[in-house]
């Protein structure tokens, strides 16, 4: 992810103000559909996986929206001030259709008003002065140093998360297809076999449909590094093979903008909504239904990131959707475990296991029990004799809600329940320790004693929620370890001797880091990987990811998933077949 220098709204329209009555102003002269779909088409731009450059799409915008003496004027700011320019973001595009939903109104010429360079020109200080208001919303006071850096660190988890979740380019689309089609269409339905059926009671679909119609959208009307492409909602699947599961999929998945406002405002008006305190902004309405339907039927997908989430995990959220309480218990629960045996799947194959005789080092599902009775369960392990790598593997998220700055009280408890120590149980971090803990005090050293010479153990905590990569979380989980550990010697700010034996503190590595280690652990060695990571970034700040993609020693040796791009091909082939070829059957 790149940011840059943002440009201010003063340097490239000087007088223009960057407070919310000019914003509100200018935003309400704008045609509601054709601000809507510009923002969805910027989004595409910068947020899809393509080999464009930051400067690249960035000039993609400034050349659609301002004239050429403000495109010097920008260009003069960024030689003052060093850096590549950012004008155009996710987050600033995203808070523009907050905003628009409330505030604007369809023109009679909307489809065509952007053709005007002064409205083009008027959408540039819109998307200026939205980077302000989006700053101010996601960053307030937390990035002060008030109580201390610690307390700042805490503080600062949710809007570092947030601010990195403004700037995010969409994951290639193999990955966020072929990892959802194995946990939801292979995973979890032989984990829960209920599963199946209650997805088709809450969409109407089976799993293998839902996919085949995300493939068919995203295939059709995607172009990656360009614009998001407008389409017909209403004739949207006619050339296909079965017309009416296109169109089902369509209608639960997108959302038009009357609804979208609904869900983001309610239903007051505009300026008795601005006259109350504004309600805290959630994606989760966008995040649900990214697809957004204007009222003539063109439709276009919203943000390509909320897209792929969608394809990765919207089966859980729609059966979420018709679960009681106790149910949502368990489908977590079940989820969890899809995710840990994805995990385990990923770990198999960079590892894969050695001909009869030979010593396997990795083990997946380890069951343990201490000398004095307590139980346990170690998720998997890599056994290097001397040194050990412990896996702890977690599939939850955290709320929007949570990620306020004001609300950074709430969000710690939320990390201490789900990946800490709460009410009596090791969550995450703490189960890691308890782990090291036994094995440091020689309580329990393996099923067979194999734990019984190592004197270093690497712990590392793999999660499926990608924007827990962030700056923040790590030093949490740092933090949090230590507690868990009891008492220790600090050796450094990244090792704890416990016992005999060394302990690196906690690694945390999304499922995305897991997955490019895959293949890439051909090349060079996940344990020097690890303790290079810890001896260079011993405050666990910098997220695993970017320490890979800025060492020299390992960016050069990076490689997708071949597995995840052979996952993939399975659902696109079935679409192809299925829903474009003339020999299918639409009703097997």
């Keep these: 992810m790149t940011i840059g220098v943002f440009v201010p709204v003063s340097a490239v329209f000087p007088g223009t103000q960057a407070d919310m009555a000019t914003f509100v102003r200018l935003i309400g002269t704008l045609s509601r559909t054709d601000v809507l779909f510009w923002c969805a088409r910027m989004n595409q731009v910068l947020g899809s996986a393509s080999g464009l450059s930051h400067m690249e799409r960035q000039a993609f915008g400034i050349r659609q929206f301002l004239m050429p003496d403000e495109a010097r004027l920008i260009a003069r700011f960024v030689e003052e001030h060093g850096g590549g320019a950012t004008v155009f973001f996710r987050g600033s595009l995203l808070e523009i259709v907050r905003w628009a939903v409330l505030l604007c109104e369809d023109h009679s010429a909307d489809g065509t008003t952007f053709e005007n360079p002064e409205v083009r020109r008027t959408f540039a200080r819109v998307a200026l002065i939205a980077s302000d208001i989006w700053g101010s919303r996601v960053y307030g006071r937390s990035l002060s140093l008030d109580n201390g850096v610690i307390t700042a660190r805490e503080r600062s988890i949710g809007p570092f998360r947030k601010g990195v979740e403004g700037g995010l380019v969409a994951p290639d689309l193999a990955n966020s297809l072929g990892r959802g089609w194995q946990i939801f269409h292979e995973l979890l339905p032989s984990i829960d076999p209920s599963f199946g059926d209650r997805f088709n009671s809450a969409t109407g679909l089976t799993t293998e449909e839902y996919y085949l119609c995300w493939c068919a959208l995203i295939t059709n009307f995607t172009k990656p590094g360009s614009e ?182 709430g969000l710690l408890q939320s990390l201490h329940r789900q990946y800490g120590f709460s009410d009596g149980r090791a969550k995450g971090t703490a189960q890691l320790a308890r782990v090291v803990n036994a094995i440091a005090n020689c309580d329990w050293l393996g099923p067979a004693d194999e734990f019984r010479q190592v004197n270093r153990i690497v712990p590392v905590l793999v999660v499926h929620d990608v924007l827990l990569g962030t700056p923040g979380f790590g030093a949490f989980v740092a933090s949090e370890f230590d507690r868990a550990l009891g008492p220790h010697e600090q050796l450094a700010p990244g090792e704890r001797l416990k016992g005999r034996v060394r302990v690196l503190v906690p690694i945390v590595m999304t499922v995305e880091d897991l997955e490019l280690l895959e293949v890439s652990l051909e090349h060079f060695s996940l344990r020097d990987a690890l303790v290079d990571y810890s001896d260079s970034c011993q405050d666990r700040m910098t997220p695993f990811r970017d320490f890979l993609a800025e060492s020299p020693k390992y960016s050069h040796q990076i490689y997708a998933s071949r597995h995840l791009a052979s996952a993939a091909m399975e659902p696109l082939e079935i679409a192809m077949d299925r829903l474009f070829s003339r020999s299918a059957d639409p009703n097997p």
């Design 228 to 409: 998001a492409a407008i389409f017909d909602a209403k004739t949207l699947g006619s050339s296909t093979r079965d017309p009416n599961l296109v169109q089902r999929f369509v209608a639960l998945e997108s959302q038009t903008l009357v609804e979208l406002r609904q869900a983001l405002w309610g239903g007051g008006l505009a300026n008795d909504v601005l006259a109350q305190t504004l309600p805290p902004y959630d994606y989760k309405p966008i995040r649900e239904r990214p697809v957004l339907r204007a009222a003539d039927g063109r439709a276009i997908i919203i943000d390509p990131i909320f897209m792929m989430d969608r394809v990765a995990v919207g089966p859980l959220f729609h059966v979420l959707k018709i679960c009681g309480d106790r149910q949502v218990n368990q489908l977590f629960a079940a989820f969890g475990d899809a995710f840990e045996r994805y995990v385990h799947g990923v770990l198999r194959r960079a590892f894969p296991k050695p001909g009869a005789d030979l010593f396997d080092p990795l083990t997946c599902g380890l069951h343990g029990r201490c000398n004095t009775g307590e139980q346990f369960q170690l998720d998997a392990c890599l056994n290097y004799v001397t040194d050990l790598i412990l896996f702890e593997v977690k599939g939850t998220w955290l709320r929007d809600a949570e990620l306020a700055p004001e609300n950074s009280s």
